[in-house]
């Protein structure tokens, strides 16, 4: 019982958003859904129009996707910097050549 409601306090206490899932833990099941993810930001890549990130956690990595220039701060972050990033869930297109098949699309708040 105490544990639990430590856990409800340390909840309400929060200035941010805690983390939905952890990037191994999203699925098929998470595609449209809006979720919040934290880790160490990896290089950046860019192609056509699109900026993409490694979202690096204790479970797995996750690519994050930003189309345009709408979060030109995230391209400051020092590399293995811990962000806090939020978005909602994609499949990748079947013609990807990469095994995992979700990304995580950020937009602007």
Do not use: N
């Amino acid at each position: 019982m105490f544990r639990s409601a430590l856990a409800r306090l340390a909840a309400w206490s929060r200035p941010y958003a805690a983390p939905t899932h952890t990037c191994a833990a999203l699925g098929e099941k998470d595609v449209g859904s809006r979720v919040v993810l934290a880790g160490w930001l990896l290089q950046e890549r860019r192609a056509k129009g699109f900026s993409f990130f490694g979202l690096k956690d204790s479970h797995g990595i996750t690519q994050l996707v930003v189309q345009g220039d709408p979060l030109s701060e995230l391209t400051d972050v020092p590399l293995e910097s811990t962000v806090l990033v939020e978005g909602h869930v994609a499949l990748r297109p079947p013609k990807a050549k990469s095994p995992v098949r979700l990304d995580l699309f950020l937009s602007p708040k």
